[in-house]
């Protein structure tokens, strides 16, 4: 066997290695991540069958419809809170989960980009004649690594942009549910 095809050997396995060791990285923080969601939202559904309880026997208990109405509309506000709050959670389980692959995502693709790096340049101390091929090669590797980082900055710029509409989403509508109670 050609000395070049057992380093390709050697890299095909130490790259199927790392990409092993990326997809447990994923399914670990994704887990992470639906464990995180769905504790919420069991606190969520908790706490508001208390609320709701309790809630219902003070309106239940009410003496007159002045006092009805005035309980109901005192649980809008509260409610409205809780719902913005909750988006907030959400968001930054969703913030977290999105920053935890980009990272194992960017260090996969710097080890990648450095193995064949390496790969490339042993090849070429190894074969006599083959730079001009070599060139093409390393080339080709420097080309995908810039498209992917393109396409890393253009997902957290658009990540960005979502967090800040949800950001003023939030924001408007806290601001609309004081301006009543304000009035």
Known sequence: MFPIQDQISVATKANLEANFA??????????????????LNITAARTSLEESQAATRQILAAKDP?????????????????VVAYGGHLNSIANSAQAEFTKAAE????????????????????????????????????????TYEQFTK???????????????TVTQIAQAAA???KA
């Open 22 to 39: 990326l997809y447990n990285t994923l399914t670990s923080k994704t887990l992470e991540s639906v464990e995180k969601l769905i504790n």
């Open 66 to 82: 002045q006092e009805f109405f005035s309980l109901v509309a005192a649980q809008a506000k509260p409610n409205l809170e809780k």
């Open 154 to 168: 253009s997902a957290k710029q658009a990540a960005e942009a979502v967090n800040a509409t949800v950001n003023g």
């Open 107 to 146: 260090s996969q693709l710097a080890q990648f980009s450095r193995k064949v790096t390496e790969l490339v340049e042993e090849a070429a101390q190894k074969t006599p004649g083959a730079d001009g091929v070599l060139s093409v090669f390393k080339n080709a590797v420097g080309n995908a690594t810039s």
């Open 179 to 181: 301006a009543p109670a």
